[in-house]
């Protein structure tokens, strides 16, 4: 191993390190407290918890400017990656829409979204792992179903569609 | 026990876009879980590695923040999450949130925390899409049914 893999590979455990760390001392590994922000009707009577909101605000804060870092210090790679790799999609389509709305039920009845539940396998694994099984289930169908589309749609691009986005 | 704690929320949300800004300077890569769930399999060279440590780095990082934040920052409770959920729910769930981010491309850390910091339209467009549903399914199971 390279020391550039070595440092590929330490990064990306130390940001889910930090990352877990983040959810856990925002308490974002309470599904009642999710809950307590996703009940805006409590808000007239002072029940409301806007934590959530702090938590992508202070995320936010940093990502914003963490986000443009490679671009204002002009770093032509990634410190020890080969590319700084984003998304070509631009335009608001249909499966952005039905999938953001498919999750957001999803988000609701448990409280779950992807990063708390992982980070909840170290917390409440006996109830966070039926979810986190249950989502990469998920995940995987709604990735055939989508790949088999984009197959079908234009049989020309399929390759340069097949790599996932974000 | 699960009140506002704004010092605390502040902090864990400063973490997650620190977490976000090493990935993507040492990496190259956004910090969204659902896409770096999605893309584990099939098994790639190079691609599945760094995947699973950022995401064995994720129950790892839960347990110091809930070991160490309760004695540093006001508000944080001493006590594991309450899960109350039965296992159909739980499955059912699980499931509608991995098919919805694959289909939407992103959750809330690729397009709630990433996506708007690049002020990225599309994340916009997901993010009050997803806030609407979750709220909608909310009310209607606290103050509906």
Same mark, same amino acid.
């Given at each position: 191993m390279t020391r550039r893999s070595i440092g590929y590979l330490g990064a990306a455990g130390l940001s889910g390190i930090i990352f877990g760390a983040g959810l856990s001392a925002a308490r974002m590994t309470d599904p009642q407290k999710i809950w307590n922000f *996703? %009940?805006?009707a409590a808000i007239p009577h002072g029940g409301w918890d806007p934590s959530l909101a702090f938590v992508m605000a202070?995320?936010?804060?940093?990502?914003?400017?963490?986000?443009? *870092? %490679?671009?204002?210090?002009?770093?032509?790679?990634?410190?020890?990656?080969?590319a700084f790799i984003k998304t070509h999609r631009a335009k608001v389509d249909l499966p952005l829409i039905l999938g953001a709305a498919i999750f957001g039920v999803g988000w609701g009845l448990s409280g779950f979204c992807p990063g708390p539940a992982i980070a909840d396998l170290g917390l409440v694994p006996q109830n966070a792992l039926l979810f986190v099984v249950a989502m990469v289930i998920g995940s995987w169908i709604a990735g055939r179903i989508l790949d088999r589309a984009e197959r079908l749609a234009a049989p020309a691009?399929?390759?340069?569609?097949a790599a996932p986005a974000q | 026990m699960h009140e506002f704690a704004p010092l605390s929320a502040t902090v864990g949300g400063l973490l997650i876009g620190f977490a976000a800004t090493i990935l993507w300077l040492v990496n190259g890569r956004t910090a969204g879980i659902s896409n770096i769930v999605g893309a584990i399999y099939p098994l790639r060279p190079g691609e599945t590695l760094w995947r699973f440590l950022f995401l064995a780095g994720l129950p790892a990082g839960a347990w110091l923040g809930f070991v160490i934040a309760p004695?540093?920052?006001?508000?944080?409770?001493?006590?594991?999450?309450?899960?109350?959920?039965?296992?159909?729910w739980l499955?059912?769930?699980?499931?509608?949130?991995?098919?919805g981010t694959r289909i939407g491309r992103g959750c809330t850390s690729g397009h709630g925390i990433c996506g708007l910091s690049r002020l990225s339209v599309r994340s916009f467009a997901a993010v009050a899409t997803f806030m609407a549903t979750a709220a909608l399914t909310v009310f209607i199971e606290r103050h509906v049914l």
């Open positions: *996703l %009940d805006f202070g995320g936010i804060a940093v990502a914003f400017f963490g986000l443009r *870092l %490679d671009r204002w210090l002009r770093l032509p790679a990634p410190l020890a990656g080969p691009t399929a390759s340069a569609v | 004695s540093v920052l006001p508000g944080v409770p001493a006590t594991l999450p309450a899960v109350s959920l039965t296992t159909p499955i059912g769930a699980g499931l509608l949130v991995g098919t």
